[in-house]
């Protein structure tokens, strides 16, 4: 079955400096790419996604990369703020396979960023 | 987000007893899904349901069962709980978009089992 593999598992940043958190997959059907942000003590809530037929996607401060031959995605977060702190997962899913829209999550990098 | 809620929020309860954790939406989603969250290993799907009538097993189904009462009701059972089902359990919702969308959350249950 399909596998997320996600790295670093925790990543510490000081206030204003780059993060970035890459993953890959191991379903080459795959054809979905979301990040989640889940803060202390809340749900987890999606920041940006990414489909098959593009390589890059940016909004404001973050971006995601996807390299299909090599089978992994990337999350890029530019002059990270305080607030950046929490726990991102990335995630994949075949959503033709059936429409269920069926993810695979990856097991979460906890960012620190420090001011 | 107010429009999944889950019951009950917080839960206590000894080994080989019976637990059900019920989630309810207002987005008029067509798709639940149940996930257990443990440390170090992400959101693990448990169960997902099409609609009323289509029920699926995630990647982790043994122990637990689901009902889907209504388009907008979707239950988690453990039939007999064990200790390591101990885990925070979240219900999502999605619309029916075939290339993918949006799962939106409920707040967590978060489940110990004694």
């Known amino acids: 079955g399909e596998n997320v593999e996600q790295h670093p598992s925790t990543l510490s940043v000081q206030e204003g400096d780059s993060a970035v958190i890459k993953c890959t997959y191991s379903?080459?059907?795959?054809?979905?790419f979301p990040w989640y942000k889940q803060e202390l003590g809340k749900r987890p809530q999606l920041i940006i996604d990414i489909r098959s037929n593009v390589g890059e996607k940016k909004d404001q401060r973050i971006a995601v990369t996807l390299n299909k031959t090599a089978k992994h995605f990337s999350l890029h977060i530019t002059e990270t703020q305080p607030e950046d702190s929490a726990v991102y997962f990335c995630?994949?899913?075949?959503?033709?396979?059936?429409?269920?829209?069926?993810?695979?999550f990856g097991a979460g990098t906890r960012l620190a960023v420090h001011p | 987000d107010a429009d999944v809620t889950q019951t009950p929020r917080n839960r206590i309860t000894k080994t080989g007893k019976r637990i059900m954790l019920e989630c309810s939406q207002t987005k008029g989603h067509d798709r639940m899904y149940w996930y257990r969250q443990d440390p170090g290993l992400g959101l693990r799907l448990i169960y997902y349901s099409f609609d009323v009538k289509d029920i699926n097993k995630g990647e982790i189904s043994d122990g637990y069962s689901v009902s889907r009462q209504a388009q907008a009701k979707f239950s988690l059972s453990l039939e007999s709980a064990i200790p390591n089902q101990t885990a925070l359990y979240f219900c999502?919702?999605?619309?029916?978009?075939?290339?993918?969308?949006?799962?939106?959350f409920g707040p967590g249950t978060r489940l110990t089992v004694t």
């Open positions: 999502a919702t999605s619309d029916n978009r075939d290339r993918g969308s949006e799962q939106y």
């Open positions: 995630a994949a899913s075949n959503a033709f396979s059936g429409g269920y829209n069926k993810l695979i």
């Open positions: 379903d080459s059907a795959s054809n979905y």
